[in-house]
C-alpha cells in the first residue's frame, strides 16, 4: 500500500521545465514539409501536450496510416534532437530552483511526459536536474496519452505515492485535465491562456513558497 506520509511532484517538461516551443515548431514543420503538408502554428500550439501518434491522427486525416505516422514521428523527434544542441534549450524561470529546494525537502519528483524516452534525457541533461528526479514516465511507458490520466497514475505509483498524494506541474490544457481525471492537484503554468488547474501562474517563480504544501492539505 503506497505511504500516506509521502509527498510527490509530478512534473511535466515540454513548456514547463524547458522552453522548447520554437524547437519543436520547427521540426514539425521542416518534417511535415517534407512530407508535402503544411500546418499552421495555431494548429501546432493546439497539439501541446498529447502524443505523436495523436497528433498526427488528426493533422493526416484518412492519409494517417500507422506506418506514416510512425515514420513522420521517428524523423520529427530525431529532428528534434539535433536541433536541441545546435541551438540550446533554455529551462523556464524557477524550474531548476524548485526541483532542487524539493529535492531538498524530502519531496519525490518524476517526470511525467508525453514527449520519447530519448528526447526526456536530452532536455533533462540540458537542463542539469537529473540527479533530484526518482521517477521518469515517458510516451513509451503509457498506451494513452493525455488527457487521459494514465502517465501521471503511472508516475505516482512509480514514486510509490498515492495519486492524492502529488501534485501536478503543467502548461497544456491537456495535461490539466489529465490530472483532474487522475485525482490530482494541479499547478498550471502558462504565460498565455489561463489554464483551469487548482493554483494557475504565469511562472514557476511567481509560486509562493508553501504553493505544494497547500494544495496537498486540500487534497486531505
Known sequence: MPPVNGRGVLWDLDGTLV???DLHWISWRETLTAEGLQITYEQFLESFGQKN????????????????????DRAKEALYRRLIPERGLT?????????????????????????????????LEALGVGGELDAIVAAEDVTAGKPDPQVFLVAAARLGLAPHRC???????????????????????????????DLPVASLDELPVDAFERLL???A
Open 167 to 197: 501534485v501536478v506541474v503543467e502548461d497544456a490544457a491537456a495535461g490539466i485535465e489529465a490530472a483532474r481525471r487522475a485525482g490530482i492537484a494541479s499547478i498550471g503554468v502558462s504565460r498565455g491562456e489561463r489554464l483551469e488547474a
Open 19 to 21: 522552453d522548447s516551443t
Open 91 to 123: 529551462a523556464l524561470p524557477g524550474a531548476a530552483r524548485w526541483i532542487r529546494q524539493l529535492h531538498g525537502t524530502g519531496w519525490k519528483q518524476a517526470i511525467a511526459s508525453s514527449a520519447p524516452r530519448e528526447n526526456v534525457g536530452v532536455m
Open 53 to 72: 501518434d495523436r497528433i498526427l491522427a488528426r493533422w493526416l486525416g484518412d492519409a494517417a496510416s500507422a506506418d506514416r505516422i510512425q515514420r513522420i
Open 217 to 219: 492539505a486540500r487534497e
